[in-house]
């Protein structure tokens, strides 16, 4: 039998072949044109990025090589029993163009569990950081405490031939996957379990492992982490931690560095930190209500406060998106299905119900619909993950899946040190301010 990275070896050739055909016939093909505006407006609707992972669509939502949630719900391995995609399925689909069979996931799943050895310096390193630390700054001082291990750096200064940079990057991206869960769960058991650490299952899969360090056995809870470590991997290359990911990988920073450099992005409140932010709004909001249920009055008149108060509603609005998230409406499936009298979901229906109509009157925010943090806070809280400020370290971890893959595409494609010009308001207005 195969192994995957000789698998993946075979890919690479007639992929490099397909791009280099194609920049050849249509390299000088004009695409799009940018406007002043885009310059000052944090470049959206540019096209600028090759991420060949993931696709989002404004009205649809993200697809996965062409895959949307819904079908991989359908198409993807599930757990023996379970009815959610095994993250190992969506991982493998990004990096291989192909949707892995129930063989194929438990390989990765396996060839995982055999990486995740953690080196103790790390959580050494963990372990010196005051307990306020926030868990989005112990999860990055730990990758960076891994970066120990990297085999890109040594193979680098070993002189390795650049048609050969993804082998180590392949290595790299594995083991960090493979090792991120069990740092995740190491700081969430410091922080909020007196450090009663929990060894790991490596007859589980990835998430479920995950779920068992963290110290959740319920299978419930599994099949949840498994969703959501499935629909949180990628959403196409322009946000601000793919992005960073792909733009520090660049410079030819390994593995851990570049996703290091990324999660200091997804901890940004208008990025992946807004999970834990709706909670606390939420809370405040009931707070100051005096607890219960509110009605939709009590919560559009909470929204206008917020909006009055010069702050942003989390959870809701989007860069691209038009439309509601479609990984808002899985998770919203799930807790209709497990939890349909749970009192937060209440709340987040019916916040739902009344946020977009306030964002809309408002006549600046282009998407008034809620996003994929709008849901998964509740969904965390009902099997007792609490402590909404480890939020962003799940999401974190998901986000490996994706972005590690793209590392690895860019490897292998060879693509270049990223370097966009910029110019200045001055010269700008030089050049075309006369008209
Ligand atoms: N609440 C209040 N105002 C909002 C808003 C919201 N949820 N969404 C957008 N706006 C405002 C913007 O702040 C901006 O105001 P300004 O002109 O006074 O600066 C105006 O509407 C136009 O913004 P936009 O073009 O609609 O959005 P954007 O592309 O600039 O920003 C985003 C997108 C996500 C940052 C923004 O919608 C937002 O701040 N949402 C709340 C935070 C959040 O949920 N972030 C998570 C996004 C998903 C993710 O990355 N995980």
Do not use: C
């Not at 589980?204 to 963290?214: C, E, K, P, Q, R």
């Amino acid at each position: 039998m195969q192994r995957l990275k000789e698998l993946f070896s075979e890919k690479i050739e007639s992929t490099q072949k397909e791009v280099k055909d194609f920049i050849a016939a249509h390299g000088d093909t004009v695409i799009g044109e940018i406007k002043i505006s885009q310059l000052y407006g944090g470049m959206r609707g540019m096209q600028a990025l090759i991420t060949e992972t993931s696709k989002l669509d404004p009205a649809e939502g993200i697809r996965f090589r062409g895959y949307s949630i819904p079908e991989l719900q359908e198409k993807l391995p599930k757990y023996p029993g379970g009815e959610q995609p095994l993250p190992e399925g969506i991982f493998y689909l990004m990096l291989y163009n192909e949707l892995p069979d129930d063989d194929t996931v438990r390989r990765v799943s396996n060839n995982w569990a055999r990486r995740a050895q953690i080196p103790p310096h790390v959580f050494k390193v963990i372990d010196a950081l005051p307990m306020h630390t926030h868990p989005m700054t112990q999860f990055v001082v730990g990758i960076m405490a891994l970066r120990t291990e990297s085999e890109f750096k040594k193979a680098y200064r070993n002189g390795i031939n650049k048609s050969e940079y993804w082998e180590p990057t392949y290595e790299d991206a594995m083991n960090l996957i493979a090792r991120l869960p069990r740092v995740a769960a190491y700081i969430y058991r410091r922080m909020y379990h007196n450090g009663d650490h929990i060894e790991p299952d490596p007859s589980l899969d990835w998430s479920g492992n995950f779920a068992h360090m963290l110290g959740f056995d319920n299978e419930e809870f599994h099949e949840l982490l498994r969703l959501y470590m499935t629909i949180h991997v990628d959403h196409e290359g322009g946000n601000v931690s793919a992005h960073t990911i792909h733009l520090v990988g660049s410079a030819l920073s390994d593995a851990y560095q570049s996703f290091a450099a990324g999660m200091n992005g997804l901890a940004g409140p208008l990025h992946g930190l807004a999970n834990q932010e709706v909670i606390r709004w939420i809370f405040a909001m009931r707070d100051e209500l005096g607890g219960g249920l509110p009605s939709k009055e009590q919560i559009a008149n909470y929204v206008r406060q917020t909006l009055n108060d010069g702050k942003v509603v989390p959870g809701f609005g989007h860069a691209v998106l038009r439309k509601t998230d479609p990984r808002y409406t899985a998770q919203r499936d799930f807790a209709q299905k497990h939890m349909p009298h749970d009192d937060l979901f209440q709340i987040v229906s019916r916040v739902y119900e009344v946020v977009p109509e306030i964002l809309q009157e408002t006549g600046k925010v282009k998407n008034p619909w809620p996003n994929v943090d709008a849901h998964s806070g509740q969904l965390l809280m009902h099997y007792g993950l609490t402590q909404y400020d480890f939020y962003t370290v799940l999401f974190g971890v998901s986000r490996s899946l994706g972005t590690l893959a793209s590392l690895i595409w860019d490897r292998a494609l060879g693509f270049p040190l990223e370097r966009p010009g910029s110019t200045t308001t001055e010269l700008l207005k030089e050049q075309y301010g006369k008209k």
